[in-house]
């Protein structure tokens, strides 16, 4: 309770002394390009997989003659919106972006860094931490969309080539009825868990305490407790959203 | 100035300060000196703001830093200039970056003013060849040197130094001292140095506390020094056997 106490009294430092707002605009373009740009290979190459081996395993678990093969396409839509492009691309983040924050902050702390800011009279945590959310809360959606589109054109390529099904019946699985809302569910999660993942990352970075060791340790923690809160948040959200 | 008065902190049941009170007078190098882990750092974090003192009160010419408002307490840290242990230069940042970083942050120069500003602070370290380079491709002694033209750059009125020489050779130190000492008289501001390095306090040491066990135990000058009757002192400026050898013989 008391970490979730200091966790929440960081959030709302980060909107006390916070400073001009064109030094935030270049901060957040900064992260922007560290958190989506420098992320897309792996999104590219997970999403494009995830898709695939749904496929793959579609096909695979479709034994009865009476259920056509276009399911597979209906299958792979669903399961890439709701839960596979938002819920594992988050945790595939999780480790990456994650990391990378906690790791940042907490060697920033440990080589003075931050003190260096507070000294100067810079809200070091507004500063820090305001534009790696922001960041995140902009380029998670996207590479969420991303995603989606690449698992589904995973298991498109998937189920071709290996002669599951043909590409007019796989257009047509993922056309049969489409619901629009479960695109904005993936967003509205992609953001939430962006949220959690910046937030809690920051939270263990920022408040690393010891040395390198203690750098490591961070990080690690940093990114386990995200992928609690993702998982937490995914239930929830599906519970009180579908 | 800067006035320090009865000053007390407590980590988990342990007395880091007791009672500790001071002032630092403008236009000299103070120093704080004493063995590991008597609370010299502490009290340099606490002067500083980035440890919240349990009672006492510090004042930075007559304003109350401890009972300050955001605003004030924002004020009087932007008068603040800092050489951290490490140094603590930005490492995504070169030379030129670091330095111009409280002028982008704290001021409203305009580019080619900070440029100038910025030139002249590094050439006064005599690092003005190094600009572009990055923290990490020079050397320790170079990365406190940048460390000094980024606390001076904004025209601070309170310089502190925490362990300017460590990890340095002992060239490196003396010019690292003479270049505060230097700065302080030249620009005329309250230095404030935490060393348990000798050479510094005999070569810059103006006006100097000695602490021991989280308390002041001593305060004089560099000349003063050497005369004192105070044990603890007396074994801490005479560890070194050659040292005291020849005071022996003295």
């Known amino acids: ?242 | 100035m800067i006035e320090f008065n009865n000053l007390n902190k407590t980590f988990e049941n342990k007395n880091v300060l007791i009672d500790v009170s001071g002032k630092f007078t403008k236009g000299k190098c103070n120093l704080i000196i004493g063995a590991s882990g008597t609370g010299k750092s502490v009290l340099l974090k606490t002067l500083v703001g980035l440890i919240q003192p349990d009672t006492g009160n510090i004042l930075y010419d007559g304003r109350d830093f401890t009972k300050a408002d955001t605003v004030l307490k924002q004020d009087i840290r932007r008068e603040i200039g800092m050489l951290f242990q490490g140094s603590a230069l930005f490492d995504s940042k070169t030379v030129e970056e670091n330095v111009m970083f409280p002028l982008d942050m704290l001021t409203q120069m305009s580019k080619s003013e900070k440029q100038d500003r910025v030139n002249y602070c590094l050439q006064r370290v005599g690092l003005e060849n190094a600009s572009k380079l990055m923290p990490s491709q020079i050397s320790g002694g170079m990365q406190k040197r940048v460390g000094i033209a980024r606390a001076i750059v904004n025209n601070s009125k309170y310089l502190y130094c925490d362990e300017p020489n460590s990890g340095l050779d002992p060239q490196t130190s003396i010019r690292i001292d003479n270049l505060i000492n230097d700065i302080t008289h030249e620009y005329n501001i309250t230095t404030v140095v935490v060393t348990h390095d000798m050479n510094s306090v005999l070569e810059i040491g103006e006006y100097v506390i000695f602490m021991f066990k989280g308390e002041k135990v001593w305060e004089g000058s560099k000349k003063d020094i050497l005369d004192t009757k105070v044990k603890s002192l007396q074994d801490f400026l005479f560890a070194n056997k050659l040292i005291r050898e020849m005071k022996d013989h003295q």
């Not at chain 1, 560290?34 to 590219?44: E, N, P, R, T």
């Not at chain 1, 678990?61 to 492009?85: K, W």
């Open chain 1, 1 to 242: 309770m008391k970490n979730f106490g200091k966790y929440l009294l960081l959030l709302v430092a980060l909107f006390t002394r916070r400073e001009k707002f064109k030094v935030y605009i270049r901060l957040i373009v900064e992260e922007c390009i560290l958190v989506g740009y420098h992320s897309i290979f792996i999104v590219v190459i997970v999403s494009t997989f995830i898709g695939a081996v749904t496929a793959v395993q579609t096909g695979y678990n479709l034994v009865s003659d009476f259920i056509p093969v276009s399911v597979i396409g209906t299958i792979v839509r669903d399961m890439t919106i709701l839960e596979l492009a938002p819920t594992i691309l988050s945790i595939v983040l999780a480790g990456k972006v994650g990391s990378n924050i906690a790791g940042h902050l907490g060697t920033m702390r440990i080589t003075e860094q931050i003190d260096a800011l507070e000294v100067m009279g810079i809200n070091s945590a507004s500063f820090l931490i305001l534009p790696k959310i922001s960041a995140c809360l902009i380029m998670f959606p996207m590479l969420v969309i991303i995603s989606g589109f690449l698992s589904i054109y995973g298991g498109f390529l998937a189920g071709t080539l290996t002669g599951a099904l043909t590409e007019e019946e796989y257009i047509m699985g993922i056309r049969l009825d489409f619901q629009s809302f479960n695109i904005w569910f993936a967003l509205i999660k992609s953001i939430v868990f962006a949220f959690l993942i910046s937030s809690i990352s920051a939270y263990q970075g920022y408040f690393t305490k010891g040395g390198a060791l203690e750098v490591g340790q961070s990080s690690t923690t940093a990114v386990t407790n995200s992928c609690i809160a993702i998982l937490f948040a995914d239930f929830l959200l599906a519970k009180l959203l579908l």
